[in-house]
């Protein structure tokens, strides 16, 4: 068993997702996003306890019951591992085929390399799928990989107990090839069918033909590739029960699903391979037993085999689809009508001034208008901003008598096409904490010079003092050691106030140097990211697991954090407040969703980010003007004011000893709060059709619609047009703001949930426009770095979607005798250019 710190352990658990939003101090750190939050981790003590049971225990203990330490973790083995890890048993492969399914030696003799023996839960034979490229592998004699593998469990007498798969392979194509009997490896003729016993029974038969064994039904459709080389394929379905045909059968597939239906299918799929590659003397065929429930193992156990396949007959009219009925398997080939491609992001409100404090309005309107850009980049920024200068220094109880309070502490991504001018705006508003800082520096050096002087003194006396104490001890006079103590004692327990300027933002340091930095301004300080794609990629390396804590602890505001590092030495921040705003692009933020979408790789990082936005660009015009100078300066003069501001000094303001101060809700905003809340848990929170990410996304809205109301009420105070706990005209602006944000957030998440669907409808414009000519290729494609198609998965996946929209058809081009990998060229539809599809 191996051996677990604290820190070890609770970063465990914090995987766990039940515990990812666990805040607070060491001793008594919870969920509380949850209105009661029962369960309590104690750090100092390495303790649970569950409050709600009345329970507890160590953290060690916690972490074997969620199954989250390393060595507990349930590992599955993948179907390669499998594979290695048996071994080849011939007189099992005979017991299983030979007694247990009537097939004779003679029809597999040849093949025992392609069955092994297991014996995990019970005796069992396994054979591989492969992968188009791993039969090549395996062709030539070398290594192959097995990406799936089927495990067959039988009995002493041979009978099959239980049949399982094990291997995903998503698109990829896999089957199992088996050779022809005949040994004529080069033979242009093909069998495919379903179920190993069915194609060994039958692999006589078809003597000097490969057989293909598919996985299931649904995977005959991934066996195209495995066909290009053959001239003569024959696909044998099994007769499945359908649902139509036998009501009484109801659970069984419609016509269209059954595996008749998908063997048909595949044939025209074949034959239209065939056309586009240019093979000219292909032929296909698609067939199934007359007698449904019966295959080709049933007739040979029953000593029927030859009846069987004199019985088979081509798939009847009712499995075929109206398309395939029509007789166009691409003989003579003919462009189809290019279908619609939409892929349109979800809409979002434009901001208007009216949601932007009256007191800064004029400022972020300006600074919007004349550089031509949504309102949104100057006033999110602006936003995430405040709550950076207001930080720890004043909170807000959003019930009216819980003690439950929050920090306006926020985070915000401003995501916008490359060249959208996304970092000038932000930066014209954070100008003013440029100006603060300068202004910070400035009374520090006054107050460092107090300092010094005051420093002299205080060394000279305890040198002094010191000097007293040593003569007393060698003269060895308790009272005057007594005195000479006292006067060193009372010196040294009042020591010169050393300040520090107090720093409101830092652009790029490490967590070491921010850790730092808090703990000489707990206040908070905010992280200005103008890449954050950089900044995120960076927390997901491994070994950056405590910088990623220490972001997601500094979100939350009112935790502690204590680093140790040698040269650094003990580093500890009793308020650690991290308000954090960056830029990115559309292409980059989406992994970042994706992950946050993840059930193994989201801990709620992503939706911290609440002042997120994804706005609409503008219609551009030439604007050359001047600031406007009365509303800068009118936007500085309060923002210094909050900046300055003693929050204890306010009115309505309320403390409990050494707590964070904090105002409450005005009688008018307490209502609107309280119907808000209900509105958000019971309607919001509690739709099980959105998704779990969308959702914990809305979750930190809890805490997002009374920060955005105290920080637009503490404005008014500035401007000194408030007074008293938080007004209901803050409330109500804040409450707009969350609706304003949640159509963002709904556009942002949705990106993600269907990338494809989107990269395709981006590579359709491009296609439209003329920016690809016929018989281009996926790398090319790849090459241009378009917007969405970055990845090459991505850039495939909206293809084949092109593809099945008769936006394009696949030219498969084989290797030159000289050798070389095939490829996949693209030809353009050529209505496209002609027609006016969207």
Not at 8 to 13: A, T
Not at 92 to 110: C, M, N
Not at 271 to 289: D, L, T
Not at 591 to 599: F, G, L, M, T, V
Request: glycine share 6%; net charge neutral; proline share 5%.
């Amino acid at each position: 068993m191996m051996k677990y710190t604290t820190f070890d352990l609770w970063q465990y658990i914090q995987k766990h997702p039940d515990y990812a939003n666990f805040s607070g101090t060491d001793s008594d750190l919870r969920d509380w996003n949850k209105e009661n939050p029962g369960m309590s981790i104690n750090l100092k003590k390495c303790q649970y306890y569950d409050h709600n049971r009345g329970e507890g225990g160590s953290l060690l203990e916690l972490a074997k019951s969620l199954n989250v330490l390393p060595e507990t973790e349930n590992k599955i083995p993948t179907p390669k591992e499998v594979w290695d890890k048996s071994k080849q048993n011939d007189e099992a492969v005979k017991l299983y085929f030979t007694q247990g399914r009537s097939i004779p030696e003679i029809h597999y003799a040849d093949i025992f390399r392609l069955f092994r023996e297991e014996h995990y839960k019970g005796r069992q034979i396994i054979h591989p799928y492969f992968s188009f490229d791993s039969w090549q592998s395996e062709l030539c004699g070398k290594s192959f990989n097995v990406p799936r593998i089927q495990r067959i469990w039988f009995d002493s007498s041979g009978q099959k107990t239980v049949k399982k798969h094990l291997g995903k392979t998503g698109q990829t194509p896999v089957c199992l090839p088996l050779p022809p009997v005949n040994k004529n490896r080069e033979s242009k003729k093909a069998v495919i069918l379903e179920g190993i016993e069915n194609a060994l029974s039958l692999r006589v038969h078809y003597s000097d033909s490969w057989l293909f064994v598919a996985t299931c039904k649904s995977g005959l459709k991934r066996l195209p590739e495995f066909m290009k080389k053959f001239e003569e394929v024959l696909i044998l379905a099994d007769h499945d029960f359908d649902s139509e045909t036998y009501p009484d059968k109801s659970n069984h597939p419609p016509r269209d699903k059954t595996g008749q239906a998908e063997a048909w299918r595949l044939s025209d799929v074949l034959r239209n391979q065939a056309y586009i590659i240019g093979k000219q003397n292909f032929s296909c065929k698609a067939v199934m037993p007359g007698q449904t429930g019966k295959d080709a193992n049933d007739a040979l156990r029953d000593e029927q085999l030859p009846e069987f396949i004199n019985s088979l007959i081509d798939i009847p009219e009712q499995f075929r689809s109206d398309e395939e009925r029509t007789g166009n398997t691409m003989e003579s080939f003919k462009w189809k009508t290019p279908k619609k491609i939409t892929a349109e992001l979800l809409p979002v409100e434009e901001l208007t001034p009216v949601l932007i404090p009256e007191p800064l309005r004029d400022w972020l309107s300006d600074i919007a208008h004349r550089m031509q850009v949504p309102l949104d980049f100057s006033a999110t920024a602006c936003v995430v901003m405040l709550s950076s200068i207001i930080g720890t220094r004043l909170t807000i109880r959003p019930k009216k008598n819980d003690s439950w309070y929050v920090i306006p502490n926020l985070w915000g991504a401003l995501i916008q096409r490359p060249s959208q001018l996304k970092s000038p705006p932000v930066q014209e508003v954070f100008k003013v904490l440029d100006k603060l800082e300068t202004e910070s520096f400035k009374q520090n050096e006054d107050a460092e010079k107090i300092y010094q002087n005051e420093n002299r003194k205080f060394e000279m006396k305890q040198k002094i003092y010191e000097d007293n104490l040593r003569k007393a001890i060698k003269k060895g006079d308790d009272y005057e050691i007594g005195n000479a103590e006292n006067e060193l004692q009372i010196l040294e327990s009042e020591p010169p106030d050393k300040r520090s300027a107090r720093r409101y933002q830092t652009q790029d340091a490490t967590p070491e140097k921010l850790q730092d930095l808090l703990s000489k301004n707990p206040q908070g300080i905010l992280v200005f990211r103008d890449e954050l794609n950089g900044f995120l990629m960076s927390l997901e390396k491994d070994g950056h697991e405590t910088a990623r804590a220490f972001y997601l602890e500094g979100w939350n505001g009112g935790g502690s954090f204590t680093l140790d590092r040698i040269g650094r030495g003990t580093v500890r921040s009793n308020l650690i407040c991290i308000s954090l705003f960056g830029t990115i692009q559309p292409a980059k933020i989406i992994p970042h969703i994706r992950k946050a979408k993840s059930e193994t790789g989201n801990d709620g990082l992503f939706q911290r980010f609440q002042i997120t936005v994804y706005p609409d660009s503008i219609n551009w015009n030439y604007i050359d003007k001047a600031p406007n100078l009365s509303a800068q300066g009118r936007a500085f003069k309060i923002i210094r004011t909050l900046a300055e501001m003693d929050f204890r000094e306010l009115d309505g303001v309320q403390s409990e000893g050494d707590g964070i101060p904090y105002l409450k809700f005005s009688d008018e905003a307490q209502g609107l709060f309280e119907e808000w809340i209900k509105d958000l848990e019971t309607k919001k929170l509690n739709n099980l059709d959105e998704s779990p990410s969308l959702l914990e996304h809305f979750g930190k809205y809890r805490s997002l619609m009374p920060s955005l109301a105290l920080i637009f009420h503490l404005l008014e105070i500035a401007d000194s047009k408030r007074s008293g706990n938080v007004s209901l005209q803050a409330a109500q602006q804040a409450a707009q703001w969350c609706e304003y944000l949640e159509k963002h957030a709904r556009r942002i998440y949705g990106m993600a949930e269907d990338i494809t669907a989107r990269a395709a409808g981006s590579l359709s414009n491009k296609i439209k426009t003329g920016k690809l000519e016929d018989n281009f290729t996926a790398r090319e494609v790849h090459r241009k770095g378009w917007e969405l198609l970055t990845e090459i998965e991505t850039v495939n996946g909206a293809l084949k979607d092109l593809v099945e929209a008769n936006w394009l058809r696949e030219i498969s081009i084989l290797p030159t005798l000289k050798g070389g990998r095939r490829s996949m060229n693209y030809q353009i539809n050529p209505e496209i250019k002609k027609s006016e599809i969207p």
